[in-house]
């Protein structure tokens, strides 16, 4: 919640907006709609991208919550600038940008609760700011509802990003950070590959373990293989080759890994194991 407030702050958004992912997500960073809206904020892929977003088959940085919210204080402050009043620019973070204009030019209209009186929004828009309101209320007067508050927030974040250049998966991560691999994978969500993609990435890390994890990782002889047990499940349209590229290992290893002598018999739904590369 500090993160949330301090980054939407900086963007001019008002102080309320920071519950906007207990309507959206319930905070969870993994949430994903049948529309395909992604993390906590439910970035759709082109909204998503276009405010700078990674989105990709191993990368999908909706579920990143530093990211993300930094993303969506963005669109938000954007979505004021244009209509200028708060109400209209989270009905459009919910409906779209376009709907909200065309009703409003259609019906001569500029006012959000003149919208929701002559039914001129989709249901879930005509709910979304009042959820919003109501929430920000009980959340901001928890004790008048019986409600217990925290005593304090959190000190600021105790993680730091550190940029990997190497392919390898959050397993050999931890293990070059002294750290569990289920503590890796929760500070970096948007890695669903659970691993570097090719190219490297920032991975967040305890600041208390970022020694550990440097000294480890300059040490590695770059010949040294580090295993992991990265699965990738095959999707339709995909083989052997379209796989390995995403992964950055080779063809050849991968079809040994998993004993693959014919790539057309490769079925959907089939789980490889991903070699780490050298």
């Not at 301090?6 to 049948?34: D, H, W």
């Not at 700011?129 to 000190?155: D, Y």
């Not at 002889?221 to 080759?241: A, Q």
Request: include cysteine; proline fraction near 6%; charged fraction near 25%.
């Amino acid at each position: 919640m500090r993160m949330i407030r301090n980054t939407l702050a900086q963007a001019g958004v008002p102080r309320e907006v920071a519950y906007l992912p207990i309507i959206e997500s319930k905070f969870q960073v993994s949430a994903r709609s049948r529309a395909g809206a992604t993390g906590m904020w439910q970035f759709m892929p082109s909204t998503g991208r276009r405010y700078g977003l990674q989105i990709d088959r191993c990368v999908d940085e909706r579920r990143d919550p530093a990211l993300s919210t930094r993303a969506a204080a963005r669109y938000l402050a954007e979505l004021y600038e244009h209509f200028a009043d708060w109400h209209l620019a989270l009905a459009a973070y919910n409906a779209g940008e376009g709907r909200i204009k065309r009703i409003m030019r259609e019906n001569r209209v500029s006012d959000y609760w003149t919208m929701v009186d002559r039914g001129l929004l989709p249901r879930e828009t005509a709910h979304f700011v009042p959820r919003l309101l109501a929430v920000a209320t009980i959340a901001e007067h928890a004790g008048a509802f019986g409600l217990a508050t925290p005593q304090s927030w959190p000190e600021e974040d105790s993680t730091l990003t550190i940029t990997v250049d190497a392919p390898i998966s959050l397993k050999s991560v931890a293990e070059l950070a002294g750290l569990d691999r289920a503590t890796v994978e929760a500070l970096n969500p948007a890695l669903q590959c659970k691993r570097v993609p090719p190219g490297g990435y920032g991975v967040r890390l305890p600041r208390r373990n970022q020694a550990t994890f440097t000294a480890a990782y300059a040490a590695l002889d770059p010949r040294t293989i580090l295993r992991g047990d990265s699965l990738h499940r095959v999707r339709r349209g995909e083989n052997p080759g379209s796989i390995a590229r995403l992964y950055g290992v080779s063809v050849q290893d991968l079809m040994v890994e998993n004993g693959i002598s014919n790539p057309r018999r490769l079925r959907v739904d089939t789980e490889l194991r991903i070699p780490d590369p050298i």
